[in-house]
């Protein structure tokens, strides 16, 4: 390492999606010297795939108000989000809009050239902004554009591993940086930080090929939150998005049903409200595919003109993946894993349980999204929060001063990182990945039931049992991704069991968390967030209702 990567910075940013890079320009702009270190580079972020829009009640949009969007997103949550934070988010959305338009989002426009909204699932008027159906990359690369202009600090092809604590002089844990391998030279480093915030995105991946997200959404940050002393909630709670691509599991955005597409069965009839919440839309789908055998996409009545001015990545992922042209042909679908509603359990000034340690978007549960998110909700939350984060971030750092060289995680990961090139690999690890995927696409996605998930729990324990026996093959030093893949498989596994706990304990049906064996909702006993730490190494879960920070 050169002396510019060991020393120690104000915020450590983990990360580079869209939330990471906002949280960045506003850490900044409060004055902290600012550090992003991604596994990848920011433009390959998940955000790019939010395609469908942000949602804001802006003062051009006729009858919708900041009021209706909250209402919208309460009634979406089905009684898990907080009515605080979740009027905070609304309320400021459009601020965030205004500040995306004035970095350079090149937002569509309508015939008086203002920001053009469409109304997406649950939304009781057009309210999401779009830049046609590349929305989240629009967004994720004039905000990289931003934090270059500024000069901020990216260092990729940095894996995190473990996030480094200590405590303080009144005897409370806080952070004091992170370790990561650096993919380029195979070593593992320190970076001492003031304060941190992990953005790492999701961990839908644990369904492997059944997940729209990209193949690096392993829950990495919020597994190292986990195991640092962060607490977790509503990690039971995975959104499935109606309109994947049936083979590929490729994203077909809800922008597709929000200009106006059908959903038809086997027998080509439309079968449901295309626009009602993802998770009713959802289960609708997965009972015609069982009943029929298929499902499809027709926007084939938008016309060509039409697809190709509004919806063009529609059409080439369509015809890239599935190798149909859905101006002239219907697209099969099917519900695919796509956004994490739970994640690492946050306050109000985007804080977990462990001092300085910060985190915003889809890693972080701010308790907006409840049991189901509202569609157009993400984008707003990670500028929002983002922004939040950043701004109490570089406040922390300012405020304290960490005096502890976290020597002793650096030992440890390094040593870890050695002795993991001598495990065996009698078993092979991405056979094992996809046989998780398989069992939990099967038993613990879009319906469930105690026997299929105590399977599932079961087959995850055996894995855990297993790790040492599924080492990396390859034992080189640089740009060992076969190594890298066997850290994430080792991260989803401990996160999936945090899944199907929080699953099992939950005996009642609430959004996205559908049981068979238990399908009405019950606020008495169930209207409370589950969260889950870890003492001594050993998961602990409880039911907690409200603020529990």
Same mark, same amino acid.
């Given at each position: 390492m050169n002396n510019r990567e060991t020393t120690q910075t104000d915020v450590l940013i983990i990360g580079a999606g869209g939330a990471a890079l906002s949280a960045a320009l506003k850490a900044q702009e409060h004055g902290a010297r600012v550090r992003v270190l991604s596994k990848s580079y920011p433009t390959r972020a998940q955000t790019c795939m939010a395609q469908g829009g942000i949602n804001a009640a802006l003062?051009?949009?006729?009858?919708?108000?900041?009021?209706?969007?909250?209402? &919208?997103?309460?009634?979406?949550?089905?009684?898990?989000?907080?009515?605080?934070?979740?009027?905070?988010?609304c309320q400021q959305a459009p601020e965030a809009l205004a500040w995306l338009d004035r970095i350079g989002v090149p937002f569509s426009r309508n015939a008086k050239a203002q920001i053009a909204q469409r109304r997406l699932g649950g939304a009781s008027s057009e309210r999401a902004c779009y830049a046609q159906d590349y929305t989240g990359l629009?967004?994720?690369?004039?905000?990289? &554009?931003?934090?270059?202009?500024?000069?901020?600090?990216?260092?990729?092809?940095?894996?995190?591993?473990?996030?480094?604590?200590?405590?303080?002089?009144?005897?409370?844990?806080?952070?004091?940086?992170?370790?990561?391998?650096?993919?380029?030279?195979?070593?593992?480093?320190?970076?001492?930080?003031?304060?941190?915030?992990?953005?790492?995105?999701?961990?839908?991946?644990?369904?492997?090929?059944?997940?729209?997200?990209?193949?690096?959404?392993?829950? &990495?940050?919020?597994?190292?939150?986990?195991?640092?002393?962060?607490?977790?909630?509503?990690?039971?709670?995975?959104?499935?998005?109606?309109?994947?691509?049936?083979?590929?599991?490729?994203l077909i955005s809800e922008s597709a049903r929000g200009a106006g597409g059908y959903l038809l069965n086997a027998a080509h009839e439309r079968f449901t409200d295309e626009l009602a919440p993802r998770d009713i839309v959802a289960r609708e789908i997965l009972k015609e595919i069982e009943r029929g055998g298929a499902v499809y996409l027709d926007i084939r009545h938008l016309g060509e003109a039409f697809i190709d001015a509004q919806l063009p990545q529609e059409r080439k992922l369509a015809q890239l993946y599935e190798g149909i042209d859905p101006v002239y042909e219907i697209m099969p679908v099917k519900p695919a894993a796509h956004y994490c509603m739970g994640g690492i359990e946050v306050d109000a000034r985007s804080q977990t349980a462990v001092s300085g340690l910060f985190a915003c978007g889809e890693c972080a549960n701010h308790n907006v999204h409840g049991a189901n998110r509202l569609g157009g909700n993400s984008l707003l939350e990670l500028v929002v929060f983002g922004h939040q984060a950043g701004v109490n971030a570089a406040q922390y750092a300012q405020q304290t001063q960490n005096t502890c060289k976290p020597t002793e995680q650096l030992q440890k990961d390094r040593t870890f990182i050695e002795g993991v090139k001598y495990f065996t690999n009698q078993i092979d690890f991405y056979e094992k990945h996809r046989f998780m995927g398989n069992i939990f696409y099967n038993n613990a996605a879009i319906v469930r039931d105690e026997k299929g998930l105590k399977a599932v729990l079961a087959a995850v324990r055996q894995l855990q049992k297993e790790l040492p026996f599924m080492g990396p093959k390859d034992k080189s030093k640089v740009y060992n991704t076969n190594l890298v893949e066997f850290i994430e498989f080792g991260n989803m596994v401990e996160l999936a069991e945090v899944v199907l706990v929080s699953a099992i304990s939950r005996r009642e049906s609430r959004g996205a968390h559908f049981r068979s064996d238990a399908p009405q909702r019950d606020d008495e006993r169930f209207g409370a967030h589950t969260v889950a730490w870890k003492e001594e190494g050993v998961l602990c879960l409880d039911f907690i209702k409200g603020e529990v920070l």
């Open positions: 003062s051009h949009s006729g009858a919708d108000t900041v009021a209706l969007h909250v209402e &919208d997103t309460l009634k979406s949550a089905q009684g898990l989000a907080l009515r605080d934070a979740v009027s905070l988010m629009k967004i994720l690369h004039t905000l990289y &554009d931003q934090c270059n202009r500024h000069n901020i600090e990216f260092l990729n092809e940095r894996f995190l591993l473990n996030i480094c604590t200590q405590k303080d002089t009144h005897g409370n844990v806080c952070v004091s940086g992170v370790t990561a391998l650096n993919l380029r030279t195979g070593e593992v480093e320190m970076h001492e930080a003031a304060s941190v915030i992990v953005a790492t995105g999701g961990y839908s991946r644990i369904y492997h090929r059944h997940a729209t997200n990209a193949t690096g959404t392993t829950g &990495d940050g919020i597994a190292a939150a986990l195991r640092a002393g962060a607490r977790l909630s509503d990690m039971e709670f995975i959104q499935f998005h109606p309109t994947a691509l049936k083979n590929s599991s490729v």
